[in-house]
C-alpha cells in the first residue's frame, strides 16, 4: 500500500508530495519545494528512491539539492528544462526578489520524455509530456492517480504569461492526454486541492 502524503512550502505554498511503501521504508518525492523543513523531518527514516520534477519553476524546485544531499537520490526532468535548474533566470527565481534567494540546482541526473514508464516503490509511474505552463512540463501517472504540476487544478488551469508558456499548448495537453484518462483519476496539481478528471471536464471554466 503506497502512502501518498502532501507538503505545502515555500512562499507560494507549492503542494510537494511524499510517495512511501510503509513495508519497505522507501519513497519517492515529486517537486520538493522551498523551505522544505517538514518533508524533510517525515523522510528521516526513509530511503528516497528518486525525486521526479513536473517543471522546473523555482517555487518546485528550491528543496531538490538539500534533499538530494541528505538522501543521495537522483532527480528526474524533462529535457527542454534541464538548463532552468542550473538558471535561476530561466526557473524564475530572479523575478521574485522579494524570496532573498536564487535558486540553483545541480544538473538532473535523468531525462523524462512522452510515454516513459519509470518503476519505484515496486510500481509503475507513466510519463505525459503535458506543455504549456512551460516547455518541459510532465505529469506522472500510477494507477488512477495523477501528479499534474502546475498543467491542471481543481477549477483552473497553470498560468501561460512566464517564459516559454503557451496556452494553446496548455489546453491541448489538457484535453488531448489529461482529459482521457478516466473520470475517477484523482489528481493532485502543484497547488491547491486535489480533484478529479471527471469533475474538472464537467466544471472547470478554462478547458
Not at 49 to 64: C, K, N, S
Not at 162 to 177: R, T, Y
Amino acid at each position: 500500500m503506497i502512502n501518498i502524503e502532501t507538503f505545502v512550502l515555500g512562499p507560494v505554498s507549492t503542494n510537494a508530495y511524499l510517495l512511501s511503501d510503509p513495508e519497505t521504508k522507501k519513497g519517492i518525492i515529486i517537486d520538493p519545494g522551498m523551505n522544505p523543513k517538514s518533508l524533510i523531518k517525515k523522510i528521516a527514516d526513509l530511503e528516497i528512491e528518486a525525486i521526479l520534477l513536473t517543471h522546473a519553476h523555482f517555487d518546485h524546485i528550491g528543496g531538490v539539492d538539500e534533499i538530494r544531499k541528505l538522501k543521495k537520490c537522483p532527480v528526474y526532468i524533462h529535457d527542454l528544462e534541464a538548463d532552468w535548474l542550473m538558471n535561476p533566470k530561466k526557473n524564475g527565481s530572479t523575478r521574485w526578489p522579494e524570496l532573498g534567494v536564487l535558486i540553483e540546482t545541480e544538473p538532473a541526473e535523468y531525462a523524462l520524455d512522452e510515454g516513459q514508464t519509470l518503476e519505484f516503490l515496486g510500481i509503475q509511474f507513466k510519463v505525459f509530456h503535458t506543455p504549456g505552463h512551460s516547455p518541459g512540463s510532465v505529469s506522472f501517472l500510477y494507477d488512477k492517480h495523477l501528479f499534474s504540476g502546475d498543467v491542471l487544478f481543481k477549477l483552473s488551469v497553470g498560468r501561460t504569461d512566464l517564459p516559454g508558456g503557451d496556452n494553446n499548448e496548455l489546453l491541448d495537453s489538457i484535453q488531448d492526454k489529461l482529459f482521457l484518462l478516466e473520470d475517477d483519476t484523482i489528481v493532485y496539481p502543484g497547488h491547491g486541492g486535489k480533484t478529479t478528471i471527471g469533475f474538472e471536464k464537467e466544471n472547470n471554466p478554462y478547458v
